[in-house]
C-alpha cells in the first residue's frame, strides 16, 4: 500500500522511479498474490464519513492530494454501510496495472534483503509489516535499536450461499445509509443467552495457534485483538465489541432483543465472499472451523479463508525518523507505510504519499514541509515523528483518530444547537469533531496546491 501510493506520488511529480517487490520470487506468511497493494487482513478501509469521522477525514484529504489508493478504492468499492470496502482482487489488479504502464514507474521483482548501497541515493522503505527478515536485521543491526512487534490476525471469508438467511438478515447498524444509499449492507446472525456463553466457552478453549519462541513476548495490537483473546478478557467484551447486539432488529422476532449479533462485511465486487467483521483470529483451522458454525446461521457455512496471523515490526519513528521520514543517522533512507508505526491501511498508503512527496520535493531541489497538525495527514506524520510521550520509549502502532488533532480554539466550536440548546456530552462532542474535520480539509487544500515542478536548483 504504502509502497504503491509513494511510487505514485513520485512519478506524478515528474521524477523516475524504481519500484522493487519481493513477491513473485518470494512469498510471504500472509499475502497470497504478488498484486501490489494486496489487501490481507479485512477488506475495509473503514468510515468514509469526511465530517465527522477521523479516518474519513484522512479519505478526503488523500482523494485531494490525488492518491492512488483512494482513487482505485473508489473504482472497486462494494456495499459496507458507511465504510469504504473493497473488491480486494480487482483492487489490487487495478493499483497493479496503473503503476506497471505508468512511463515513469519501472517494477522490479526481487527481495532486498540488506541496506542498499549508497550510490542509491534516495530510498524510500515501504517493506509493511512483514519486512523480510534479512532486511530488518540489516536496518536493527545499523539503529541499533530492538526490534517492536505485535501481532496482527486475519478475519475468515465466508462463502455467502452457504449462510442460512432464514436465521440470518440483512441490515445495517441503526440502518445507516452507505455511499451507495444502502441500508441493508451487512449480513446479521443473532445469538441469544445461552448461544453467548456458549460460543465465548468455545473460544476460549479452541485449540490456539502456538508460537516460536522468539514471538511470545510480542504484544497485540489494542484495535485488532484477536477474537479469543477478547474473549479472555472477559465473558461481556465481545457483546460490547464486535458482537455489539445495538441498532439491530431481527424481522422474524422484532420484540425480541438479540443478547449478541455477528455481522459479516461484503468481499468482492460479486457478493459472493463476506468477511466476519472482528473476527480476528489465532485460533487453528480445525477449531476455526467447529467453533464458528456454531454461530446461528453458520451452522453449514464453508470458508473461502479461514483466519490467521502474522507478526508485524515498526521502526520507533520517534526516536529514529525525522519529520520528512528520513532516518536521522542515514538521511538518504525514507521508511513509509506500518513499518513506521502506523496502523491501518489507508494510514499506510497515507505515509507513502507523504515520503513520496518529500522524496519527489527532494529530487526536484525543494523543501516540502509537512502538512499541518490540524491535518489528518499532518497529525499522523507528528505522531510518530515526535508527537508521541516519553521519546517513544513507549511507541505504539495508531490509527488515525481526533485525539491525535490539535484541539480546535474555543470561539470555532458551536456551544448550541440549532434550536437553541446547550450542547453537552456526545452532542458537544460531535460539533467539536464535525469543526476538526471542516478545519483539516480546509488546510489540506494549500498544502496539496504545491508545486513540486523541477527548478533551476534541480
Not at 520507533?316 to 536521522?328: E, F, G, T
Request: hydrophobic share 40%; glycine share 8%; charged share 25%.
Amino acid at each position: 500500500m504504502a509502497g504503491s501510493e509513494a511510487a505514485w506520488q513520485i512519478a506524478r511529480a515528474g521524477v523516475p522511479v524504481i519500484l522493487h517487490e519481493m513477491r513473485g520470487v518470494r512469498p510471504t506468511e500472509a499475502h497470497q498474490t504478488d498484486g501490489l497493494a494486496e489487501l490481507v487482513c479485512s477488506n475495509s478501509f473503514r468510515s468514509d464519513d469526511h465530517k465527522a469521522n477521523a479516518v474519513g477525514v484522512l479519505h478526503e484529504e488523500m482523494r485531494r492530494c490525488d492518491g492512488l489508493i483512494m482513487a482505485h478504492a473508489e473504482r472497486h468499492k462494494v456495499p459496507a454501510g458507511s465504510a469504504l470496502a473493497v473488491d480486494r482482487e480487482g483492487f489490487s489488479q487495478s493499483v497493479t496495472e496503473a503503476l506497471a504502464t505508468h512511463p515513469l514507474i519501472t517494477i522490479v521483482r526481487e527481495e532486498i534483503d540488506a541496506i542498499p548501497p549508497e550510490d542509491w541515493d534516495s530510498v524510500i522503505v515501504a517493506t509493511g509489516p512483514l519486512t523480510s527478515i534479512a532486511l530488518a536485521e540489516a536496518i536493527r543491526a545499523h539503529t541499533g535499536e530492538e526490534d517492536l512487534a505485535f501481532f496482527d490476525a486475519i478475519a475468515p471469508i465466508v462463502n455467502v450461499d452457504t449462510v442460512d438467511m432464514d436465521i440470518a438478515w440483512r441490515q445495517s447498524r441503526y440502518d445507516k445509509p452507505g455511499p451507495g444509499g444502502e441500508i441493508d449492507a451487512y449480513i446479521n446472525c443473532p445469538m441469544d443467552e445461552a448461544q453467548y456463553h456458549a460460543f465465548i466457552d468455545a473460544l476460549i478453549a479452541g485449540e490456539k495457534t502456538e508460537f516460536k519462541d522468539w514471538e511470545k513476548d510480542t504484544p497485540y495490537f489494542e484495535g485488532c485483538l484477536p477474537i479469543e483473546v477478547m474473549a479472555e478478557r472477559g465473558r461481556e467484551t465481545l457483546r460490547f465489541g464486535p458482537m455489539k447486539p445495538v441498532g439491530l432488529t431481527n424481522p422474524r422476532s422484532p420484540d425480541v432483543k438479540s443478547h449478541a449479533i455477528v455481522q459479516l462485511r461484503q468481499d468482492n465486487a460479486l457478493g459472493t465472499l463476506w468477511n466476519m467483521v472482528g473476527f480476528q483470529t489465532k485460533l487453528k483451522y480445525g477449531a476455526q472451523t467447529d467453533i464458528f458454525r456454531m454461530i446461528p446461521g453458520l451452522e453449514n457455512a464453508t470458508f473461502a479463508r479461514l483466519g490467521g496471523i502474522h507478526r508485524n515490526t515498526f521502526l520507533n519513528s520517534p526516536k529514529l525518523l525525522d519529520n520528512q521520514l528520513r532516518l536521522k543517522s542515514m538521511p538518504r533512507l525514507r521508511f513509509a507505510g506500518q513499518v513506521t508505526g502506523v496502523e491501518g491501511y489507508v494510514e499506510s498508503a497515507a505515509m507513502g504519499l507523504l515520503a513520496g512527496r518529500f522524496a519527489a520535493a527532494e529530487r526536484l531541489g525543494q523543501v516540502l514541509a509537512p502538512p499541518p497538525p490540524t491535518t489528518a495527514l499532518g497529525a499522523l506524520i507528528g505522531h510518530i515523528t515526535g508527537g508521541h510521550l516519553l521519546a517513544g520509549k513507549t511507541f505504539q502502532p495508531m490509527n488515525i483518530n481526533f485525539g491525535l488533532f490539535p484541539p480546535p480554539a474555543p470561539d470555532m466550536v458551536p456551544t448550541k444547537d440549532d434550536d437553541g440548546r446547550r450542547l453537552r456530552g456526545k452532542a458537544k462532542g460531535r460539533a467539536k469533531k464535525a469543526v476538526q474535520a471542516a478545519l483539516a480539509l480546509d488546510h489540506i487544500e494549500a498544502w496539496a496546491a504545491r508545486s513540486l515542478a523541477p527548478t533551476e536548483a534541480a
